[in-house]
């Protein structure tokens, strides 16, 4: 008897243990808390406690995303916000964070019942109840179907009367994206006349100073950008095409852990190089061209963005190389410049433009080398690849930058970006991605290495 129940109890662990989102990134199973998509369930929760701190004068409702083809057109992934507050990556999930509910029923999470059928095609899942209650660490756990009348329970007429508003985690009324205005409507049906505000304000403020689980994924996706970038720098050459250099990419992408890209892959050559966000990746290499390889691999949900520019032919001419050089200057001058507490993506943009400014090189009409450098010099990494914060106040400790300097010259097709990601501490940046090479000698050293060995 006492063996049949441990069987069961066995059984049952491994089910749960296999569901839809609760294995999906899972390398391993340390001991303590459960781990949500590589982070630890208590920083989820955190997550939602300082939303319901910051927002006192409303409640917070949330829709996840849906799988509308059963996986057939497309994988599903979790909205960026729905993921950041649950850790939840099951489709049609829905989340109320209640300040006013008292212990216990603050935080309300929505799924969808479990079905036997839409599981024979994307697999076991797991549903409201008490395993849900464990995994996700919330208060309460309801059926996605319950969403509407509890939300009408919660906000009784009274509540709105005085003013309580229910705060939005993604775009409303003004939205662009049907499902947030469909969802709007669906809300004010539960509660007439309710005020809404923007929570979203409050959530890029979170999502902006990345917790030390989530610098371990970035780093993690930064290491496997670097693995892509290796491989292809040892193939690149006259005759390949951009679009086996991609392929290169994404292999190295899922052999490593990747679930997917963090944006389409640019593998621009020759002229190509010159187009910021060129990813058509269908040309033929040229020798003499310069290739510009700006890719990120999405670990976990978090994005690296790394770029890199190679010789075509294994070695710069006088010409590329004083370029490289130059944007390399200027990316160093840019990192070297920052000052905790102080500088700004701005600044950091500023230093960078003047000291190409400076340079005695020219181009076109004799025109200094900045007038070449046509973006900004960098951005937020994290859930998205173009992450949420503020460019003009100083960057935060904890916050993941890119500095990302171009020089782009169509006229002589030589197009050069090199981008680094960096991690603001309270003594300066940290490059992430110091380990994958960018000195113009070791690009020449280590593609020469990379062709003899295959
Ligand atoms: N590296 C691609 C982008 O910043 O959009």
């Known amino acids: 008897m006492k063996f049949k129940r441990l069987s069961a109890l066995l059984l049952c662990l491994l089910f749960v243990g296999s569901m839809v989102g609760v294995v999906a990134h899972e390398t391993s199973r340390p001991a303590g808390p459960p781990m949500l998509a590589n982070q630890p369930q208590p920083d989820f929760k955190m997550r939602r406690e300082r939303l319901m ?87 309460k756990t309801l059926p996605s179907t319950d969403f509407q009348a509890t939300l009408a329970e919660i906000c009784p007429t009274e509540a709105v009367k005085k003013g309580r508003k229910i705060y939005l985690v993604e775009a409303g009324e003004a939205s662009p994206v049907l499902r947030d205005r469909n969802f709007v409507e669906q809300i004010r049906k539960s509660v007439p006349d309710v005020a809404f505000g923007d929570a ?45 250099l991609e392929g290169l990419i994404l292999g190295a992408f899922y052999r490593n852990g990747a679930e997917r890209v963090g944006f389409p892959c640019i593998v621009g050559s020759g002229f190509n190089a010159t187009t ?27 994005t690296a963005d790394i770029t890199r520019t190679y010789p075509a032919s294994g070695k710069f001419t006088a010409r590329q190389r004083e370029i490289y050089q130059l944007v390399l200057d200027a990316q160093e001058a840019a990192a070297k410049s920052f000052k905790p507490g102080v500088s700004k993506m701005s600044d950091l943009n500023f230093t960078a433009r003047d000291f190409m400014k400076a340079s005695p090189l020219r181009a076109g009409n004799n025109l200094t080398l900045d007038n070449f450098f046509l973006h900004g010099l960098g951005h937020f990494i994290g859930l998205n690849v173009h992450d949420v914060g503020d460019y003009g106040s100083p960057l935060p400790v904890g916050s993941v930058i890119t500095i990302e300097p171009g020089i782009y010259i169509p006229e002589e097709n030589i197009g050069v970006r090199i981008e680094d990601d960096y991690l603001v501490t309270e003594k300066g940046l940290v490059k992430l991605s110091r380990n994958i090479a960018f000195l113009p000698d070791d690009i020449e050293r280590l593609m020469a290495e990379g062709k003899k060995g295959r």
């Open 53 to 139: 701190a910051a927002l006192p004068d409303g409640i917070v409702v949330a829709q996840g995303g849906v799988e509308e083809s059963l996986g057939v057109s497309d994988k599903f992934f979790q909205t960026e916000n729905f993921f950041y507050l649950t850790g939840v990556e099951i489709p049609g999930a829905f989340l109320i964070l209640n300040p006013f509910g008292g212990p216990g029923a603050k935080s309300i999470l929505f799924l969808p019942r479990r079905n036997p059928m839409t599981e024979r095609w994307t697999g076991p899942q797991i549903g409201p109840g008490d395993d849900a209650l464990k995994l996700f660490g919330v208060d």
């Open 276 to 302: 910021l966000h060129y990813n058509k990746n269908r040309k033929r290499i040229d020798a003499g061209d310069m290739v510009v390889v700006d890719i990120g691999a999405q670990y976990s949900g978090y």
């Open 200 to 244: 979203r304000p409050n959530i890029n403020e979170l999502r902006r100073i990345k917790t030390d689980g989530e610098i371990a994924l970035l780093q993690k996706a930064i290491d496997i950008t670097g693995e892509a970038q290796r491989d292809v720098r040892g193939v690149i050459g006259a005759g390949r095409y951009e679009y086996e």
